[in-house]
């Protein structure tokens, strides 16, 4: 059952996947808009083009003649999927699924209006007198996030009216692709937040793997820990939504399904089709089954009888500190190969700027979480990236 699999974003994320579907026998063409990326690196072939551009990704789809399409990013053409679709080449999970959560306003409203999901408060805006009157709207502090974007850029926290403004410039630059439109939404008072990796089959049922918790900073993840100590009511309330959700929107793969947790429950914040960058902890073998290797089962149409969590495990970013065009160098490999349970992963990128995510550490064993979390944080700093 070999396939023909076009991925369109090669980042990190990507890379595993590729990795997850060469050890199954699959055929991926890996595509992005700069060559040398990390998924690219693992493929069989790759492409270069702008995947905002219709023509190209046409052009590109007519030329492989792909089984299927695999989204890894949020900057793509996503209307030209349905017509794919009626080509008969399955794009995953879905068309509506792709188009739909490439979009936080479809998404947001989706869950909010015909799911009928607990959500925040939330307004659009599409200028910077419509981000004050979605301000007005839903109080101060809020947070104002581009409809387009991905791994939080552009996000930010209006804590006074001095900040909108700011906010909204902000965003502007973050957002992904030719939508210059924001949501802005009330401000919970979360607990924490989760990550619900949910995994919908072709013919089976829908898995839920242990619940993520993760820290944020600039919208990005910094730290990641599998299981997140919860509520279970909270969690089969999460559950239920996220089966919501992912059943509206159709099709096979894995969801990264994001949560804020109060006092009172759920709250729905956003959904990911496709592996999630705070999912990587399960690099560390906290499941039968990676966030990558369910992706490329559930997408293939193989059954996944269920998801264990097999131990405790957490992970810790490693960032660049600067922006240089020259190969990274990784200093403090040795140092850090000697933790014990601890790895990690450089992904393989040719560039850096300030913050960009070069490499994970991970950590893994049957201490608690908080304890596995500040180990995969010292591996990650004796990590360096010159």
């Given at each position: 059952m070999r396939k023909k699999i076009l991925l369109l974003g090669s980042g990190e994320l990507g890379k595993e996947f590729v990795i997850a579907c060469q050890r199954l026998g699959q055929y991926v063409i890996a595509v992005d808009s700069y060559a040398g990326a990390p998924a690219m690196q693992v493929a069989h072939e790759f492409e270069v083009i702008n995947m905002?551009?219709?023509a190209e990704l046409d052009h590109i789809v007519a030329k492989h003649q792909p089984d299927l399409i695999v989204p890894e990013i949020e900057a793509i053409r996503t209307e030209r999927f349905y017509d794919y679709e009626k080509q008969g080449i399955q794009v995953v999970p879905s068309a509506k699924a792709a188009n739909f959560t490439m979009n936080r306003k479809a998404i947001r409203d989706l869950a909010a209006i015909e799911v009928g999901v607990r959500t925040a408060t939330y307004r659009y805006a599409t200028s910077l007198d419509e981000l004050k009157a979605g301000v007005a709207e839903t109080g101060i502090p809020c947070v104002v996030k581009p409809l387009m974007s991905s791994s939080g850029k552009g996000q930010s926290v209006i804590k006074t009216e001095a900040d909108i403004e700011k906010a909204w410039n902000y965003a502007m630059e973050g957002s992904r692709g030719d939508l210059k439109e924001v949501i802005v939404e009330g401000f919970i008072d979360f607990n924490y937040e989760i990550t619900l990796l949910t995994v919908t089959q072709k013919d089976g049922p829908t898995l839920f793997c242990s619940p993520i918790g993760h820290?944020?900073?600039?919208g990005d993840y910094q730290e990641s820990w599998q299981p997140m100590p919860m509520n279970s009511e909270h969690l089969k309330e999460a559950q239920e939504m996220a089966e919501k959700v992912t059943h509206a929107l159709g099709g096979a793969g894995i969801w990264g399904v994001e949560f804020f947790i109060t006092k009172e429950?759920?709250?729905f914040s956003e959904l990911s089709p496709r592996p999630h960058d705070t999912g990587m902890?399960?690099?560390?073998?906290?499941?039968?089954?990676?966030?990558?290797?369910?992706?490329?089962?559930?997408?293939?149409g193989l059954p996944i009888p269920e998801v264990k969590l097999l131990r405790n495990g957490a992970s810790a970013v490693i960032l660049a500190d600067k922006e240089s065009n020259d190969t990274p160098v990784f200093s403090g490999l040795n140092e850090a190969a000697a933790v014990p349970n601890s790895d990690f992963k450089i992904f393989g990128k040719p560039t850096t700027r300030p913050y960009r995510r070069m490499a994970v550490a991970l950590t893994y064993g049957s201490e608690n979480v908080t304890e596995l979390v500040e180990k995969a944080k010292i591996v990650a700093r004796i990590i360096k990236v010159n």
């Open positions: 905002l551009d219709g820290r944020q900073e600039r429950g759920a709250y902890v399960t690099l560390a073998g906290t499941q039968n089954f990676s966030e990558f290797e369910l992706h490329a089962r559930a997408v293939l």
